[in-house]
């Protein structure tokens, strides 16, 4: 949804050590090795992530400790903002991570994890659960599935889980 604190000191997604992103996209198949950003991240693996068709962004730009301490309308702003991010880019999947945030996001109060029923200008939306340690019931690996199932999706799972 938003860079964590120390994402936007080092200037990476999913950069606090012991986030489950970067093992969950490993052990879903989507990369082939585990990406360390806990200190931003390398030439190496900007490259790995172009190479599999994965692409990062926030929501929101603002850096807060806790996703919970954006407001709805810092949200909704994002959603609206991320149709020009789609219309530039044309990725094959949107996914995003955290049901809560993509309620208030996308105004759909009722959506569950997982494919949705709509579409962001035509491109298929998902979401998926936060890695965020603060979401203690997912582990590595139903993470690692779900990004797995939605990477499967749109053809970016290259390597086996």
């Known amino acids: 949804m938003n860079p964590g604190?120390?994402?936007a000191v080092v200037n990476a997604p999913f950069a606090r050590?012991?986030?489950r992103f970067w093992p969950a996209l490993e052990a879903g198949g989507v990369l082939?090795?585990?990406v360390d950003a806990s200190r931003g991240l390398r030439t190496a693996d900007r490259e790995l992530l172009l190479s599999r068709g994965v692409g990062?962004?926030?929501l929101v730009n603002r850096a807060t400790a806790r996703a919970?301490?954006?407001?709805?309308?810092e949200?909704?702003?994002g959603a609206r903002d991320l149709q020009q991010v789609v219309r530039y880019t044309h990725p094959r999947l949107i996914a995003v991570a955290g049901i809560v945030a993509y309620r208030e996001a996308f105004e759909d109060?009722?959506?569950?994890?997982?494919?949705q029923p709509r579409e962001l200008c035509g491109v298929p939306l998902w979401v998926l659960p936060n890695?965020?340690?603060l979401n203690a019931h997912e582990t590595v690996a139903s993470l690692g599935l779900a990004l797995g199932r939605a990477a499967a999706t749109a053809g970016l799972v290259l390597s086996a889980p």
């Open 32 to 34: 082939p090795r585990r």
């Open 56 to 58: 990062i962004t926030n």
């Open 17 to 19: 050590p012991g986030n």
């Open 109 to 115: 109060p009722h959506a569950v994890q997982g494919p």
């Open 75 to 77: 949200l909704r702003q």
């Open 131 to 133: 890695p965020s340690g």
């Open 68 to 73: 919970d301490e954006l407001s709805r309308e």
């Open 5 to 7: 604190l120390w994402t």
